[in-house]
C-alpha cells in the first residue's frame, strides 16, 4: 500500500519568513496530494491541493510543488503569521477510491 | 452549508467496555470516512462507504469495530470491547464522490479515552 513519508516533525520560523514541508509518497499511481491544516483540538482543514497534470499550485502566501518523477510535493509558507502555527499534513491519493493516506505531521511554531 | 456534524465530542470508557460514535456528512455528500488518529500522528482510514456500501475496510480491526450506513446518509461507528491503543479522536469525513480529487472535509471528531 501507500507509504508517505514527512519531513520534518518540528518546524520553529520566524514571523515573517518562510516555511517548507516536504512529503514523498511510494505509490506511483498516487495523483492527488491534499495539504491539511489542524490546529489544536480542531478539525483537519483543507487549506491547499495538487492533481498529478500540475507541478506547482498557488493560493495567496501558500504554494505547494510536485514532482511526480521523484515522488515528492513540498508546501511552502511565505511571510509567515503567528497564525500559522498548528501541525500540517501531507496526503496522497490514487484516482479511484479517494483513501487518503497522510504522512506524520509537521508541528510549525511561528514566533513572533 | 453546514459542516460534518460528529457526536459526543469526548467519551471516557473502561476498557472491555462498548462505545458508538455518530457522524452525520455535508448534505449530499456520497461518500463517507471514518479515520482513527492517534496522539502525535496522521489520520488512518478505518473505513470508507460509498452511499450505503463499504468501498475499504482493509484497516479496520473487524474483531472489534464495525461501522454502518444504512439509509446512506449519516453513520455510526462501534468499538465492542474497547482496548487500550483504541484511544484516539475519531474522525469522521465526507465527500462529494469517489472521483479524483473531490475535497474531503473534516468533522470536529470524537475523542475517546480508555481507561
Known amino acids: 500500500g501507500e507509504n508517505v513519508e514527512q519531513h520534518p516533525s518540528t518546524l520553529s520560523v520566524q514571523e515573517g519568513d518562510s516555511a517548507v514541508i516536504k512529503c514523498t509518497y511510494s505509490d506511483s499511481a498516487s495523483n492527488y496530494f491534499p495539504w491539511y491544516k489542524q490546529e489544536l483540538g480542531k478539525r483537519p482543514q483543507l487549506i491547499i491541493d495538487?492533481?498529478?497534470?500540475?507541478g506547482e499550485k498557488k493560493d495567496q502566501r501558500i504554494a505547494v510543488t510536485l514532482n511526480k518523477t521523484a515522488k515528492h510535493f513540498s508546501l511552502h509558507i511565505t511571510e509567515t503569521q503567528p497564525e500559522d502555527s498548528a501541525v500540517y499534513f501531507c496526503?496522497?491519493?490514487?484516482?479511484?477510491?479517494?483513501?487518503?493516506?497522510f504522512g506524520g505531521g509537521t508541528r510549525v511554531l511561528v514566533k513572533p | 452549508e453546514a459542516g460534518v456534524a460528529q457526536s459526543p465530542r469526548y467519551k471516557i470508557i473502561e476498557k472491555r467496555q462498548s462505545v458508538a460514535f455518530w457522524c452525520n456528512p455535508i448534505?449530499?455528500?456520497?461518500?463517507l470516512y471514518w479515520y482513527q488518529q492517534i496522539l502525535g500522528q496522521g489520520p488512518k482510514l478505518l473505513i470508507q462507504f460509498q452511499n450505503n456500501g463499504v468501498v475499504d475496510d482493509s484497516q479496520l480491526p473487524k474483531d472489534r469495530f464495525s461501522a454502518e450506513r444504512l439509509k446512506g446518509v449519516d453513520s455510526t461507528l462501534k468499538i465492542q470491547p474497547a482496548k487500550l491503543e483504541d484511544s484516539a479522536v475519531y474522525l469522521c469525513?465526507?465527500?462529494?464522490?469517489?472521483?479524483?480529487?473531490?475535497?474531503?472535509?473534516f468533522g470536529d471528531g470524537t475523542r475517546l479515552s480508555i481507561l
Open positions: 469525513a465526507s465527500s462529494k464522490g469517489q472521483n479524483l480529487g473531490q475535497p474531503q472535509h
Open positions: 448534505s449530499g455528500h456520497a461518500t
Open positions: 496526503a496522497a491519493s490514487r484516482a479511484a477510491g479517494n483513501k487518503l493516506t
Open positions: 495538487i492533481r498529478s497534470n500540475v
